[in-house]
């Protein structure tokens, strides 16, 4: 079991306790007024968790397919639709090893849901280029990716030299590795995890070998979106890009 599946397996049941759930609704209407879709579109939701964003986007008419790795994510996503009283589509996959059946009007990866959270044998550039080639092969020509990812400055600003020398982040990667704990039936567990931070130029021209051209980079963390400029020390970035229309 990769050890993000696992750690949002226990975190699953809690998961919507997070502040920043609470941003839902107003992330939701960024994303159509960004997006400017027709309720029926198909919008993919990678790393789709308890599907807080899908459940939301099917209750005003769009065509749900969230994709996750976790099957205790899943299950809460599944909950949440029935309680909405909406369908969504919810299929566990590892989405660095997804292959759609078919394109989608929009596509969405939040909130760290999939993007740059490495499994032990990840490759640090392999496995997110991955994700940005799928979402390209998922996408009808012209289609928009939406897309928020860790910040590799602020990573850089907040570690130290003793960080770097006991593990705890490499700069050659830009990745960090932190142990996680949580409370099961039978007791508390941990796992180790690693995530990786991105700076604009490295989304650039990873989107670039995707095949996808980016529209705007910028600050993304959540509880604040919008067009701005990223402020070097907030948690998350936002990525704005689209699938060449065809010719």
């Not at 960004?34 to 986007?57: F, M, N, Q, Y």
């Not at 997804?98 to 993007?115: K, M, S, V, W, Y």
Request: net charge negative; glycine share 10%; proline share 4%.
């Amino acid at each position: 079991m990769n050890e993000w599946s696992e750690f949002f397996n226990g975190h699953a049941p809690v998961y919507m306790d997070n502040v920043f759930t609470g941003n839902t609704e107003a992330e939701v209407e960024f994303l159509l007024d960004e997006l400017k879709l027709a309720p029926g579109s198909a919008i993919l939701d990678l790393g789709c968790g308890t599907g807080r964003h899908s459940v939301a986007l099917a209750q005003r008419g769009y065509r749900m397919t969230g994709v996750d790795i976790s099957s205790g994510m899943l299950a809460e996503a599944r909950k949440a639709a029935a309680q909405a009283g909406v369908e969504v589509e919810l299929i566990q996959a590892d989405v660095a090893q997804f292959t759609p059946d078919r394109q989608f009007d929009a596509a969405i990866c939040l909130c760290e849901g999939a993007f740059c959270l490495l499994g032990a044998g990840d490759d640090p550039v392999d496995r997110d280029l991955g994700i940005l080639r799928a979402i390209c092969q998922a996408l009808k020509p012209g289609a928009k990716l939406i897309l928020t990812t860790l910040n590799g400055y602020r990573h850089a600003r907040q570690h130290s030299q003793d960080d770097v020398e006991q593990g705890a982040f490499d700069p050659l990667t830009a990745t960090e590795r932190s142990v996680m704990e949580w409370d099961a039936p039978e007791g508390k567990r941990s796992v180790t995890l690693r995530e990786r931070g991105y700076v604009p130029t490295e989304l650039r021209l990873m989107c670039r070998c995707a095949g996808l051209e980016v529209e705007h980079l910028g600050g993304g963390t959540a509880g604040n979106w919008g067009h701005r400029q990223l402020d070097l020390d907030e948690f998350e970035i936002m990525l704005i890009a689209h699938k060449p229309a065809a010719g």
